[in-house]
């Protein structure tokens, strides 16, 4: 995965990755973007350990980290906190929230992405344009 010189990863350079990964595949005839459904989640995923889950005690750390400051948002709503602290919280715990999204990306191209690439067939396909949806729902918000 390449990061900006500041070291964040940008939706640009994870869809450059996951092209990268996809040109190592041989290329696929045929096959209309868009034509099938996204599959609900946990479908269409055969394989039982996910990109995240050497760093899943991480991220379990970081989401009850983002939790409390979700908490700590209601709290400040009920003391009837100023409303610029309110939203400096707010932008604090998106920042959070999208900081998580991206590494969570990351592993996802690294490993299920990666993964797809090596097989070849279709899959890398369907995982590149699974990878792009989820960079443009990341986008929208």
Excluded: W
């Amino acid at each position: 995965m390449t990061t900006t010189e500041a070291g964040q990863l940008t939706p640009e350079t994870a869809v450059d990755a996951a092209v990268a990964h996809a040109s190592a595949a041989p290329a696929v005839t045929g096959s209309k973007a868009g034509s099938a459904p996204a599959p609900e989640a946990g479908e269409g995923h055969d394989h039982a350990v996910h990109g995240y889950h050497n760093q899943k005690d991480e991220h379990l750390k970081r989401l009850r980290r983002v939790e409390g400051q979700i908490r700590g948002l209601q709290r400040m709503v009920s003391e009837d906190t100023y409303c610029i602290d309110i939203l400096t919280q707010v932008s604090a715990s998106t920042k959070a929230l999208q900081s998580f999204a991206l590494q969570l990306l990351e592993e996802h191209l690294r490993h299920c992405v990666a993964e797809a690439a090596q097989k070849g067939g279709t899959e890398i396909e369907d995982k590149v344009e699974e990878a792009t949806k989820a960079i443009a729902r990341m986008l929208r918000t």
